[in-house]
């Protein structure tokens, strides 16, 4: 990364779990952080990050919000979606209203909010947009329809985003998400979570300081010739 001029990276959800601990992960380094939330606000007072409140569900709130990143910061390097949302039940029992929510969260919110930041990092030659998918998506899981498909389908869109940028000097990857001690793993029963960790083949959950330095060498200039692929990260469970 260029040392100088810090770059900008716009991280969607970062309240949650995994998002607080990539916040912490890249407040002390060279970057401007834009903290998107929707209902808590990240605490953290430095001149180089901003938060912003938004529905990346509603175009018109995703249009003010980029908007204001780039009054802010003046352009968007990084885009780092971390949204994520599951409501279980049976492909059979699940209401019409929890599937098209978790949809409008995980697949759509996404969507938008690549389709405006796009323009900017096409306008100054740069960019990077990592989407956060799921080991889910891969190899489905019971009680989880609406997220495994929506997880998936960012899979699908990051396959066709990189290849209509790779001329503007922007990659598009995702990372399909193991199991980690953070995030979503807090809403798993306990006995449930034993069994997940007796099926990794490292033994254990993923450690979210991996996770930040994977992000950290896909935003830098030397992965550009990495786009397009969903990356594993997952202690071996799938590949």
């Not at 990857?173 to 029963?189: E, H, Q, S, T």
Request: aromatic share 8%.
């Amino acid at each position: 990364m260029d040392a100088e001029v810090n770059k900008t990276i716009l991280i969607i959800v970062s309240s949650g779990g995994l998002g607080r601990v990539l916040v912490n992960y890249f407040k002390d380094k060279p970057f401007n952080l834009a903290l998107h939330y929707y209902k808590n606000a990240p605490e953290i007072k430095k001149s180089t990050i901003k938060t912003y409140q938004a529905d990346i569900t509603k175009e018109d709130e995703v249009i003010e919000l980029i908007n204001r990143v780039q009054n802010d910061f003046e352009k968007i390097d990084l885009l780092l979606h971390n949204a994520g949302v599951s409501i279980n039940g049976m492909s059979w029992k699940i209401p019409l209203e929890d599937w098209n929510q978790t949809i409008a969260v995980n697949l759509t919110g996404p969507f938008l909010v690549s389709k405006h930041v796009i323009p900017i990092m096409r306008e100054y030659n740069f960019g990077r947009i990592l989407f956060m998918s799921s080991i889910v998506a891969q190899t489905g899981f019971i009680g989880t329809a609406a997220y495994a498909a929506s997880k998936a389908g960012l899979i699908g869109l990051t396959k066709t985003l990189s290849k209509e940028l790779a001329n503007k000097n922007i990659t598009v990857n995702a990372i399909a998400l193991g199991y980690f001690n953070a995030g979503m793993i807090n809403d798993v029963p306990e006995d449930m979570q034993t069994n997940l960790i007796t099926s990794i083949p490292e033994g254990e959950l993923g450690d979210p300081q991996q996770l930040a330095s994977l992000i950290e060498f896909l935003c830098a200039e030397q992965s550009a010739y990495l786009t397009g692929q969903t990356l594993n990260l997952n202690g071996g469970l799938y590949s």
